[in-house]
C-alpha cells in the first residue's frame, strides 16, 4: 500500500510531519505508518499503551551528531545520555552505531553492559553515586567517571586500586532558559562544584597516583532552544583551566508542538565548535551527551481511546496517561495529539486529552483538535520518544508499556509490557502463602 504525507483541509497534518518520526506516512486508508507499519497493526500485535520507535530515523540522527561533530572537531566523541532512553534494546543500537554512553546509575550501567556495550565506552555520571555503585564500576572497568563532588572523591580514594579516567563536573554558572526542574547549570545547581571548588578537586586528582584526571565536564540543562546558551557555557568551561578533555554536556531541545521551532542539529554543532574554536585549547576532546535530541523525535506513544465524554467540555481518555507520561506533569511541556487512525478526517473537535490516573493533572494535551472521538479509536502523541518511558511507573497500578523498534515494514518487540505477575514480584514478601 502506498504511504504519502497529506495534509488534508479541516486538518493541521500538514504541519505535524515534522513532529512525527521521519519515517511516518499515512496510507491509503488514513492509517499512520511508523517505520513502514501501519499503528492498526501495532495496537494489534503488541497492545496500547506502547512505544513506538521509527529505528532508522533513530539512526540517521545518531549519524547526524556523530559525522557533524566529527566535521567539525576531528577529535572528538558523542555519549548518548541514556536516561532518556534506557532500554537495552537501545543501547543495543547505540554500540551498533559505535556511539559512547552516558549511564546515571547502577540500574543504567548494567543495562548499558547487558546490550553490550565496551565498559571503556561508557561515562558514569551522578551526583550522589554510592560505594556499591562506584566499585560496579570499577569491577568492570568503566571507561571514565565523571566525578561531581568531594565526597565522591573521599569514595574513590577508599575504592581505586588501579589508574581510573575522571572528569569532573563544574557548575558553569549558566541560567538556561528552560523549565526550572531542567535547568542544572546555574549557580544555584546541586549538580557539580563551583569553579573555585572545582579548582581544589581538580588539584587534587591530580596529585593522586591512581586518579587519571582528564578534563572538566558541565551540563546546564535540557529541552533548551538557544543554542547561544551552549557556547556561553564552553566559554565559561574554558576559565576553569587548559585540559586534554572538556566534555559541553547534552540539552539540546526539540520540538514538540506546532509553535516551537528548535534548533537543527548542525546549528546546535555549529554554536558550540564555534565557541570551542574561540575558547578551548585546539588538541583538546571535546565530548558531548545528546539524549532527548537522538530519541524524541523517534518516538511516539501509542493508545486506545476507552471513554469520551462530552460534559460541556469534552473529554477524550485513553488507555494510559500520567503514568507513562510523567515529564508532561513535571515540565507542563505541551505536546499534541492525533486520531491515528483517521487522519483523514476533519479535525471538528476541541477535546481534552487525558489519562487514567486519578489526578486532574492527568492532562496529556490541554485543548486537540480531533475527529470527534469515539471509543476504540488509536491515538497517537508525537515526540514522546525521551524521557517517557524512563520515567514510567506503577501508578494506580498501571503495567510499564512496551516498546517497539518499527522499520521498513517491520517491527520486532525490544521491551515488554510489565504483567501483573511483574508488578507483584516485589511484594512476595507479604504474600509468603499466596502463590503469585
Ligand atoms: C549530565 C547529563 N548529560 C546529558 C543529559 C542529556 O540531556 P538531553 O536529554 O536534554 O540532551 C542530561 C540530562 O539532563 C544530563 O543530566
Redo the contacts with the bound molecule.
Sequence with gaps: MTATRPAPDGTRLGELWRILPEDAAANADGVLEIGGVAVTELAERFGTPLHVYDEAGLRRQIRRFVDGLRARWPNSDV?F?S??LPAVGMYRIAQEEGIAV?V?GGGELRMALAAGVDPDRLYF?GNAKTDVELRMALDVGIGTI?VDNDDELDRLERLLDRPQKLLL?VIPGVEATTHAS?A?GGLNSK?GLPIDQAMRAITRMQAHPLMVFEGV?L?I????LDTAQFAEAVAKISTVGTFGTYDV?????VSYTYAEEAPSVESYLDAIVAAAQAHLPADARLLI????????RAGVTLYRVTTVKRTGRTFVAVDGGLADQMDIALTQQRYEAIIADRLLEPWTETAQLVGRQCESGDLLVDGVRMPPARVGDLVVMPATG??AYTMSNNYNGALKPAIVFAREGEARLVTRRETYHDLLATHAPAMADVLI
Design positions: 555519549l545520555a536516561k532518556s552516558d546515571a555520571h565523571i563536573r531542567q542544572t549538580f565536564h551540563h540543562g535540557s529541552q533548551i554536556g547534552g540539552g539540546l531541545g551527551e545528546p539524549g532527548r535530541a537522538i530519541v524524541a525521551a524521557y
